[in-house]
Structures are given as C-alpha cells and as structure tokens.
C-alpha cells in the first residue's frame, strides 16, 4: 500500500490559535496565505499627503529597489514593498518598517520613478513622532541626549575636547587662539567621545599637524549636527542645534569648515544652506586629497597590508566623493587596495544612516543579521586585513561585527589611523 | 492665645520618629523662654505615648485615626491648634507633616515656615532654601506661627522623657472621610536591602544616563559594595525604588559611602548623613554635600571612576 | 476627567544664587521648572491616557518666560495652557497657591496635580495651600495614581521605602513625589509646532495672600564642617580615594 | 473604364482621416457610411474623451466629419452598404445600396475602414457575471456614464465608492480564441480611472491587470498621471470571479506581487473589454475577398511585411482597427498612409 501523505491542515484564520498557542501576526503565513479583504490606497494617500512624502504613491512595482537595499538583503523590506504594505493595510506612521531605512539612497539611485525615501522617511517619521506613535526606545534615548547634552551619546558637553589632551599634539580651540584659522575642524560627537572615535581624531590632529594645515577646533562649543536625528524624524531637534551650530560657526573667522564625518559634511553642505548657512564644508579625505603632494613624502613606514574600503553612504552616494578616500589609501606605501563586490555607487551600507545607528536593537527584531555584519563579511571575504573607512559611525559599527562574524583577524581602521601609523610607524 | 508649643508627633508601626523627640525637645526650650509649655500631640491610635520629655501630651486616641490620613489628621489638628490657641505648632518636614503644614498655614492664614533647621528664642526661624544652597532667617508675623523642622536638627534625647499622656476623644466627626486608608505597602522584596550593606556607591543626577550606571556597578563590583542612589536616578528609571537613600528612600548607616554626582540636596542628606566614611566626588565645587562628606573632590565622576577601575 | 497641573517656575539652582537685601536677587537668576512638577505633568498625562479627559496647565509668570514651560508641558500631552501673569518673582508660594487655586476654581477640577515640593518652598508647598483654598483633600508623597469611578487610588512614599496605599472620591489635590513612569521625551519638533500654534490663555492674578514671614536674612549656609578636598587631576583623586579605602580596610 | 476616384468604407476616424487625405492629395473619394451619421464608434458609443490633450470625442468626431463634409472632393453616403463588387485595382465596381437604392459605382481603389466591435462579456470563460449583476458593467458602459457626469451603480443608482477595472477581458485568451492584445484598454481603463477620481474624488479605483500595455502618449499622459496625480491604484493579477456578497460585488483572485488571495469587496466592477473585428469588417473583408485573418480581422502587411495598410488584393488598402485593435492615433496614422497609397495606386493605373 502506497504510503498516505496527508497535507497540513492549513488555517483558514486571520486569527489564528494552533495548539493553544495565538500564532495570529503578520509571521503566521508559514501556516496559511492571509487573503486580503481589502486594499486600502488611503494609506499610501496618508503617506503622499505628508509634505516631502509625496513621491511615495509614484511606486510603479518595478522593484528595482529591491535588489539593491541593504535592510532587504537581511530581511523582507524596501521602498517597493512598502508601498504594497501599505495598499494591504499597513499604516506607515504606526509600523515597525517606519524606523528600519538607513537612509542610503541607493533606492533612489536606481529609481525611475524617483521615490525618494530620503524625503519620505524623515517626513513620516516627524509626523509619527509628532502624533506620539511608537518610537524606538534607544532612538528616543538619542534624541534626549542630543538635546540634553548636545550629542547623541548622552556625554557631558564639558568633555567634549577631553580628547585633545592625549593627542600628543597641540589642538587649537578657536576661542583660546583669538585670531582667524583657515580650517574650522568641526571634529563630531562620536570623534570627540567614542574611545574608537577618538583614535581617529587624535589621529586626524597629528596629520593636520604634521601638515602645517592651520587649524582649530571648536573646544567645548562644538555641539552635534544631529543630521542623523533629522532624518530619524527629530527635525525641531535639527533645527534647534542648527541655530546653536550656525550662530557658534560664524562667531569666529574662518576660511573653510572642515568635518570628519560624512553625515555633518551633509548637514552643513546640503541643508545648513536651508538655513541661511552657505559657507565651503569639505570633508577630511577630500581635503587631505589635495594635500597629497606634500603628504606622501611623510608617509614614510610601509603598511604592508591589503585593504578594503568600505564607502560611507553620506560621502559617495549622498555627497559623491568615492575617489578621495582611495587616493589616500593608494598613497600608503606597501598597501594593496582591494575592492568590495559592492562599491562606490552600489556600497552597502553599514546601516548606521538615518538614526540606524541608535536603533541597533529595535532593528535586530527585523532583520537576520546585522548590515554592518553583512558588509564585514563581504570585507573579509574580499581576503582583506583591514577594513578602512571614513565614517565615525563605522569604526565601532565594524569592529563589532568582524567580532561578531568571526572575522576578528580584519582591523577595522579609519583611514586617518591608517595614515598616522604610515606618518609614525606602529605605535 | 497662649505662649504654649504644640508639636505635632509621628509615628508608624508603634515608633516614634526620632524627629518627634528632636522637635519635643526644641519645644521645650522655647516654651521655657517664652513662658509657655511644650504641648506634645499625638494623633493616632495603637501607640504607647508616655515616652515625651514634654510638658504635656495629648494623646487623640480615635480608631480612625489608627493609619496616617491627611485629611482625618488635618481636621483633628486644625481643631486642636484653634481650641489651644499656642503660640508656635511644629510639625517635621517629612512624609506626613508635608501633607498637613502647609495645608494648615494657608486653612488658619497662619505663617508657615519649611526646612526649618532652627529656631530661636524670638521664634526667628533659621531655613534651608534651595536645596541647601541657601539659608534664610526669618521670623513669622502675627501671634502664632507653624515650623516644619527638618529631621536631624534638634538632639534627640532631649524629648525623651515618660510624661503621662491625657487621651482624648476626636475633637472633630470623622466620618465622611473622602480619604480612605487602604493598607501599607512594604518594600518591595527580591532586591539587595542596602540599609544592610557596608560599603555603598551612590550615585546622583551626575551619572547622566542609564548607560553610565554601568560604570557605578563595576566600580561597586571591585569594591566590594552595592550601588545606592539619590532620588533623580530613581524616577527617572536608571535604577528601581530599592535603591534610593534619602527622605523619601531608605536611611543607611554604612562603614563607606562613596558618593558620584550627587550635590547633597536635604532630602538625600536627612538618610546617609550618619554613614562612617563619606567621601563625595562632585563637578561643582559649592555642592552642599561637601559640607556633609568627610573627603571630597572636585573632579569628573566618570574619570575618577574609570582610574580607580584601574587601580583596583 | 478635568485635570488640572499647578507648576511652578523656580530660580534655578544650577548656579550660585545672587542675594539682593534680604532674599534671592530675583533679577538676576534662570527661572527653571520645578523638577518635581516635571513628574506631576507626566503623571497628569498617564491618568488622561488611561482615563480620558483633558489636562490643563497653570503656573504663574514669574519673569515673563513661563510660555516656553508650558509649551513643553503641551508637547507632552497636556491640552491647555494657562499663565497667571504676575509677573512677580518674589511672589512667595502662599501667593502663588492663592492665585493658582482662583484660577483653578473655574475649571472644574476632578484632580489637581502639583509637584510635592519645590527648592524655593520656603513657606510650604503649594499642593496642600491650593487643596485648602479649593477645601479639597490633599495626599503629597504620591508615586503611582489610578483613576476609575471618580474615586483615585494613590501611592504615597513614606520613609523607608514604606508606602500607603489610599483611595479618595474626587475631587482631590496630589502632591506629586514621582510619576509612574520616568517623564516622557518632548520631542522638539512637537515644541516648536505647539509653540507656534498654542494658545496660552491668560489669566490675572486674583486674590491676595502672604507667607506672613519676615525675611531677615539670605545667604548661602554657614558651613560648619567641611570634607577634606583632594586636590589634584582625576587620576590623583582616584590615586588617593583607592589609598584611603586601602588603609582604612576598605578596599 | 478605369476611375480615379478612391470608394471609402466607413464613416470612422479611419475612414474621414483617409477621406480628407484622399482630397488633400487632389484625389476625389466617396465615403459610404452605414449609419446616418459620420463618426464611427466614438460617436455611436458616445466616448466621453479622446486621447491626447483628453478632448472630447463627439467635439473631435465634429471635427473630422467637417473637413470631409465641406470637401467638394469628397462625396458622402448615409445609410450605405457594399452590396457586392466586382473588377480589380484600377477598376473596382462597388454596388452598394444606400438608402434603399442601389447604385453602382466605380472606383480605382478601396480603402476599408470598417473598425472594430467590442468584447461581448457574456463570452467570457471567467464567472464575471455581466449579465448577471447590474454592477458590473464595460468600459463601453463607464463611457457613456462618465460622458454624462452620472456615474452611479446601476443596481440601486448609489455613487461607488469603490470600483475595480478587470484588465484583460476577451483578449489574449486562447479559450475564447482571441491570443491577440487589444491594445487599447490598459490605456482606456486608466483613462476612466482618472475620470472616475475626477468626478468622485473619495472614490477607491483599482486596476487589476496581467502585465501594463500602455505606450507613446498612454504612458506619459495617462499612465503616470493616473497614478501619481489620481493615486488610481495598481495591483498586479487579475481578477478570476466576481461573485456577490450582499449588496455588493466580491472580486477573488490572487494579489500576486504580494502572493496572497485576495477576496475584496466592491461597489462597481468595470471590465476592460477588448476589440474583436465588427459585423461590417468581416462582411465587406468577404464580399471584397480579402484575406483575414483568424480573428477575422484583415490581413495588412503585404508580402514583405511591412506594408501596413496593403491587403492580400491589389488597389484594396485597410486602414484602422479593421486590421486589428489599434488606437486613435494609430489608426489615423495609417489612415492617411492608405490614402497615400490609394491615391498613388489610382495614379498608377490613370497614367
């Protein structure tokens, strides 16, 4: 007798208990396919109605998104897909998908419609921000801190220049030096605070240094550019420091602002200029690009390593530089520069963007595993010994996930740290 | 009018608080310059009250009384004070006199001053004042007066003594109460009882985030200790109610009390002040606390608790 | 329900108090939410959330910067906003729950909330003035509220982490010691929206009263001890603490 | 006895577009017309717009039948029908009866524009229940209601608020016999989607479609339009039955980009009904001998394929959707390329 195969009984409920158990949710399709018993375009409309979310209902399904977002590749999502949600009945300003964007851009890089989630997220964001909807506890523990304590990390705004003292050189503060610089560093929250952070400053003042680049930093006045918290939906919290940021920028003499992250490069170039801030910013790697002449003869130790750099999404795809960040790698002697599968334009991001960075657990519940684990892997299965990057958000973003990933033998580096060990030697 | 001193007593779970005897005995010094008698009142039943070194007590001994109740306690007193007409009523600037001072002051239009830390033979009352920042003299208008005295600010022995209490029914209907006793809440169990601990690391508003209270357990891991707190890092979540030291918290007696950002407000002060060793590290070099603490240091918290990590 | 929040906007105490005369300079220092009322606001707002109602706020303007107060307490779910414009900063706490509790008589009141005290509450809080002036009951020391059936159920602290547990037919008067939950985060885009669409309904003070106290003297406390202060870089201090621990068996 | 005139058949786009290029080129053409009146379909079915620049169709017919009207070169015939012909390129005898007389005439070449008819429903193989439920209707319905400002469901005469098109209903359906795409009604559905949310502003309008065919202007003017400026909504599979739940209609098929059933419910169901050849196609593609082909449309593309308005007979051109579904702008296009050519072709012979 041919054995019985018997199909699982699937359940026929949108409200579904098997064995007890409620399995109702949005996961029990493993058990059944949940009809739709109604599309509900309002929705999207509610989305499009949101001044900046307008191109939301432009989605014309193709899903070139798809492929190229970073959150789908670890789990189920994307502009397309959100789209679909929300004709099936997913309220946008109430759902988790709300806070799982980075930001990237490479959505719309490859959007023929233009659905620019760039605009879209941050507007829906506010409004369920404004409206009291959920909100990530470890976000909203950022934007307290930013507004509490000027920086997102919640560190006292006194300690703020705490790092210069073991830079081993000296680090002018505008206001001490009372006298016009060429270059304001605005150095960043995570720089000035985070341990890794402030390898890379400390590392950034010494090359600076060694340049005879004449420069001085903002001390205890610098506040963050809470770009991130923007985008995070946090825009009065923007708008606030922006004012601080914009009032304490034009009190001293300057010629040009220099930033080491990507994200303030953004803040300052791109939206500071809404706000009647429209001054040269340039971002450390273009910088130190143009000053290579004068900086490869001081890059005297070899650094016999094989690199892979990793490019930030808000200094290629958002403010296009890919080219600087490898000219000075390549100007290391003894490195070899190996590429990523995705790179430049297509890089992945390490999902740090749009607030990512502070939603780490929240994210963690929706997706496999982490972006930045993803993008270490891909570093370390480029046969690489160090992952550089040129984004303060990534350090400690990347050296946890090549732990994490069992990559630990890849050095997560900024290329700053790469170039002061080429300047100095190992330390 | 009288020249007689009431004070109003406290007690829970048949104790007197020590405040009750500090304030007996102050009474008793006043009444005998001003030439009245120190009037000890206690409301409430279920407690032995001949323990007062006080002229007189009144005992209001009433069924109904048996549990702390603003609004029966307000009433009883506020008939008493009318009927006795003293020159000054005392109450403690704690849990249960907060409820009823203030209130009084302002039912009777009579003066009312808090945080009183002392008072003089002319009823000048020495205050403290924002948050211990400040002190201010200052002497009521008018024939009687109400003082809520801090805990700790009078000798306690002073107001023991045995005088025999007269009881006395309720001078007041205390029925249709719209405050009803429903029952005691007790500590919550399952934590660590940091009135038990000997060595503690406290820490205040100056740990910053919830994050930071890390930091304050290492620390207290190396040392051996548990970590207390003030009442700003209780509500806002850092650490649960167990924890906290002070008025409305616990009151703690041990050997070492390393303080980190705590500024020494009254409060906090009135439940560690008796600890053996207190040594505070504050930013602000005026905090009060460094008039309590027996070493100090202006300095960073996280610094110092990062380099003695080192060095442990 | 109709709540009411009674705050208070205080000299703060972040930085040294200038004395002028007898008393605190009022001219020249911060003027800050009490922070106790901070709690009172989000307990305010839990028993809404819970119960239904509207939540209305009503502080005096001491200096003239009590909207920025209120537009916070707004952003955090209060419906209404009231200033008393005194304008006074010397105005003493029996004068400000005079004013408060004539404002608040005409609002219906199912609970008055106020912080349980404040640092300037020299001449007594004014919760239980207002709850006097009101002739409604009073319980400060409270922790955790719940409403249901216009009868409220409060948590009030006493010392050693000992508490009650009472229920009172409202209306009543809370002193507020610590919300249920940590104060929520305003958003600062709520701020700014609430500040440029609020209306904050202004009220003249009405009523006079007095702390019946003569100021004779203000000034930061005799010290009458002081901690031996270690001196020297974070390091040192620490250096030095680990030393003391060690002699004394400590560490 | 060889002609130089160019006999028309059908007062259509078609047929007018080739009537006024006939005489623009100097040539002389009769225009025979069924119906009494010029216009075609978008005049019997009382289109509410035209694409492009959305002009309204019985304006743009007016239009059309004018130029060829006041044309002294060009005659026209109501109520006139190809009773039968005879002769070849150069010299066709076209008998026709107009009228109720029978007259002969002589033409050195035939243009057919004969169009199309649409869809019948009731043969579809899908349970959509044309027939069955008032509610739903075609597009040739919608039409006429959106051309009225009147749009209500015809069961109770209520404003739907929720309606759904059905792309794909008679057309590339082997069961039914028409593999052929019809074109048009991606385009057309859109079309009155965006009039539906023109007219009902809180309505709901969904297209449920197999894949989207709309190109040139459909897809500039139309498509993008429709959904980002109309939020006309677009969901990928196409409806399998409508069924009745109350007093509304149920669609069920599968959402297949989210790869669940779907069962909505919904107040109107439009179906977008395809071209099959008309009546008067197949009986003059017959009486003429022209090759059809197995719809029944008219074969055009001569024998090397690209010769669009060519039929299997010399001096016989097609124009329009006599040769298969075709727009407007489509059909007008080769209309004036079958004047040309009937107008060289008449030429040829007369020289």
Known sequence: ???????????????????????????????????????????????????????????????????????????????????????????????????????????????????????????????????????????????????KSGNPLGQPQRKRDAWIKDAGVEVPIIKDLARPVDVLWYVGSYPSYHPRGIDAASAAA???????????????????????????????????????????????????????????????KNVYPKYGFERPVVHYTTFLARYLDQLKPLLKHRVEKKITYHDPCYLGRHNGEYEAPRKLLEAIPGVELVEMQRNRENGYCCGGGGGGMWMDSFTAKHTTMRLSEKRAMEAASTGADVLAVACPFEVSRFADAVKSTGNEHVDVLDILELLDKSIRGEQ | MSNDILVITEHMDGKFSDVSFEMVGKAKELASALGG????????????????????????????????????????????????????????????????????????????????????????????????????????????????????????????????????????????????????IKPAGGDVDITAQAKLVSIGRGIGSKDNVELAEELAGKLGATVSSSRPVVDAG??????????????????????????????????????????????????????????????????????????? | MNIVVAIKHIPSIADDLPVKGNNVDFDSVDFVLNEFDEQSIEQAVLVKEAVGGTVTVVGVDMIGELDAVLHLALAKGADKAVKITGDDPAADSHQQAKWLAEAIKGMSADMVFAGVQASNDLD????????????????????????????????????????????????????????????????????????????IEKVSPSGDATSGLAFKKMAPPVVTGHAEMIEGSSKDVAKKIVELLKSKGLA | MTSGKVLIIGGGPSGLESARCVAELGGEAILIE??????????????????????????????????????????????????????????????????????????????????????????????????????????????????????VRPSNGETPKKIAFIQCVGSRDRQIGNEYCSKVCCGIASKQAIELREQIPDSKVMIFYIDMRMYGYWENEIYWPAQEKYKVNYVKGVISEVLRKGDKLLIRGEDTTMSRPMEVTMDMVVLSVGMEPSAGTRAVAQLMGVQQNKYGFIEAGGAGGLDPVATSQEGIFVAGAASGPSDLDDSIAQAGLAAARAVASVRKVMA
Not at chain 2, 107 to 120: E, Q, S
Not at chain 4, 78 to 102: D, L, R
């Open chain 2, 37 to 184: 008698r120190a009037v000890a009142v206690v409301v409430g039943g279920g407690v032995s009250s001949n323990v007062f070194a006080s002229d007189s007590t009144i005992h209001i001994d009433d069924a109904a009384l048996s549990q702390f109740n603003p609004e029966a306690y307000g009433k009883v007193i506020e008939a008493l004070v009318k009927e006795k007409s003293p020159r000054l009523v005392m109450f403690g600037w704690t849990a249960t006199g907060m409820d009823l001072a203030a209130w009084l002051s302002a039912k009777l239009g009579v003066p009312c001053a808090a945080y009183v830390k002392n008072i003089g033979a002319d009823l000048t009352m020495s205050c403290q004042a924002y948050g211990g920042k400040m002190s201010a003299d200052v002497s009521p208008e008018g024939d009687m007066a109400i003082a809520a005295c801090l805990a700790g600010s009078f000798p306690v022995e002073a107001g023991q003594g045995s005088t025999a209490a007269t009881s006395i029914a309720s001078p007041v209907a205390l029925d249709g109460l719209k405050i009803k006793f429903v029952e005691a």
């Open chain 2, 238 to 312: 850092w650490l649960p109610r167990t924890r906290q030291v002070g008025k409305s918290g616990l009151k703690v007696k041990p050997k070492l009390y390393l303080m980190l950002g705590i500024s020494g407000a009254p409060e906090h002060l009135e439940g560690m002040k008796s600890a053996e060793l207190i040594i505070a590290i504050n930013t602000d070099k005026k905090a009060p606390i460094f008039n309590v603490a027996h070493y100090g240091a202006t300095a960073d918290l996280f610094e110092v608790a990062e380099a003695m990590l080192e060095l442990l």
């Open chain 3, 124 to 199: 007594g809080q004014i919760g239980p003035m207002i709850a006097a002036h009101l002739d409604m009951p009073y319980i400060g020391g409270v922790s955790s509220v719940e409403v249901s059936d216009h009868t409220a159920t409060v948590n009030k602290e006493f010392a050693g982490g000992i508490g009650g547990k009472y229920s009172v037919s409202l209306p009543m008067v809370v002193g507020v010691q610590a919300a249920s939950k940590p104060p929520r985060y305003a958003p600062i885009s709520k701020v700014r929206q609430v500040a440029q669409t609020a209306t």
């Open chain 1, 206 to 268: 010494r090359i600076f240094s060694a340049l005879g680049i004449d420069f001085a930093i903002l001390g205890k006045e610098e506040k963050d550019d809470a770009d991130s918290q923007r985008l995070a939906g946090e825009k009065g919290l923007f708008e606030m420091m922006t004012e601080y940021n914009i009032e304490t920028f034009n009190k001293y003499e300057w010629k040009e602002l220099m930033v080491t992250g990507p994200h303030e490069l953004n803040a300052f």
């Open chain 4, 34 to 151: 069924k119906r009494e009146r010029l216009g075609g379909t978008p005049d019997r079915e009382g289109y509410a717009k035209l694409t492009h620049h959305w002009r309204d169709a019985s304006e743009a017919m007016a239009d059309m039948a004018a130029a060829v009207t006041s044309n002294k070169n060009v005659e026209v015939k109501y109520n006139a029908e190809v009773k039968s012909m005879t002769g070849s390129a150069g010299n066709f005898t076209v008998e026709i009866e107009a009228g109720g007389a029978v007259e002969s005439i002589n033409a050195g070449a035939v243009i057919i524009a004969t169009g199309f008819q649409h869809f019948d429903p009731g043969r579809a193989t899908q349970y959509y229940n044309y027939y069955s439920f008032p509610d739903v209707i075609t597009l040739t319905d919608l039409e006429k209601m959106l051309k009225e400002h009147n749009v």
């Open chain 1, 1 to 147: 007798m041919a054995p019985k195969f018997e199909k699982v009984k699937v359940v026929e409920k949108e409200h579904a208990v098997v064995d007890g158990v409620d399995i109702s949710g949005h996961w029990n399709r493993m058990f059944e396919q949940r009809v739709i018993t109604e599309y509900t375009p309002e929705l999207i409309e509610k989305v499009a109605d949101i001044p900046g979310g307008e191109s939301f209902a432009n989605c014309y399904q193709c899903a070139k998104c798809i492929a190229v977002c970073p959150v789908d590749i670890v789990g189920n999502y994307g502009p397309r897909k959100l789209y679909r949600y929300a004709q099936t009945g997913m309220d946008l300003t109430e759902a988790p998908e709300l806070w799982l964007c980075t930001t990237c851009k490479n959505c719309l890089r490859v959007c023929p419609k233009e659905v620019d989630m760039i605009q879209i997220m941050p507007a829906v964001r506010e409004q369920a921000i404004l409206a009291g909807k959920f909100v990530p506890a470890e976000l909203q523990q950022a934007f307290e801190n930013t507004a």
